[in-house]
């Protein structure tokens, strides 16, 4: 494989687990929503889409984008 493929793998591979992280920061945060608060779950998914641009590239980093802002609007935002 070349490198722009290398890079494009890598990407998706952090972007799956972005995807994982994802879910489990909503899941967790579920239960104290009330006392968490949203802006400080939304530094954390904003934590997340960094770590996942830094160690993805610009592929890892717009899923993680995507996967953090669906999460955070249907699992924190829709249910209250």
Do not use: K, Q, W
């Amino acid at each position: 494989m070349d490198r722009r493929g290398d890079a494009t793998l890598a990407g998706a591979l952090t972007g799956i687990i972005a995807l994982a992280v994802s879910l489990l920061i909503g899941l967790a945060s579920l239960p104290y929503r009330e006392t968490l608060g949203l802006e400080n779950v939304a530094i954390l998914y904003v934590a997340l889409v960094a770590l996942a641009a830094v160690a993805g590239g610009r592929t890892g980093g717009l899923t993680a984008a995507l996967v953090a802002a669906l999460s955070y609007n249907f699992g924190l935002r829709l249910r209250r």
